[in-house]
């Protein structure tokens, strides 16, 4: 009996969904009704966020509604250990971790022409670890189009004329989502966590 549940146990981890996901515009996968150009509306999308879960979170996807060309070396960029709800104190290239990304959609011109998400699987990368009620931020490089919504409670940001412009103003959210693991480590965890983890 004890290898059966072995082996379910393992199996139910390979079929694993992810434990928390985000998404700036309220839904998973929610397509853009607006846009911002990388020349007139902002050269970097980002969201600061807080954890508000009571585990630590493990950042495994990064996903944005964007068109255009390959990024430079700070294509996808996170902060970590922010003082609040405010965007990076410095300019894209503080981030702690960045990296780059070539967007799922080549060009575009329009909303309706981002049709899908831009995934940056960050599982290989240096582990990107949030603790609870800490803030954080994350982002991209705006190539060419970036997707939005009309603004809808969550404050982002966009990188315009050498600082954080706020999309509040001008009535957009920014669409940005993320998905991540719950982590704790087994000396920490207790058996009732550990179980609920399968």
Known sequence: MRSLLLVLCVVGLAFAQFEYEYNTGGTLGMLPTLAGSSTGWAEYFVVTLQNTTVYPLRIMELRFPCCGPQTAEYGWVVWTNLSGMVPPAGDPTTAQYYGQFTPAIPSGGSASDITEYTVV?????????IAPGEYWCFGYDNTQLGGQTTFNGVVTYGWYEGSWDSDQPWGRTGLLEFAAYYWMSLDQ??????????
């Open 189 to 198: 965890a207790t058996w009732a966590q550990i179980k609920a983890s399968f």
């Open 121 to 129: 699987d960050l599982s290989l990368e240096e582990m990107i670890i």
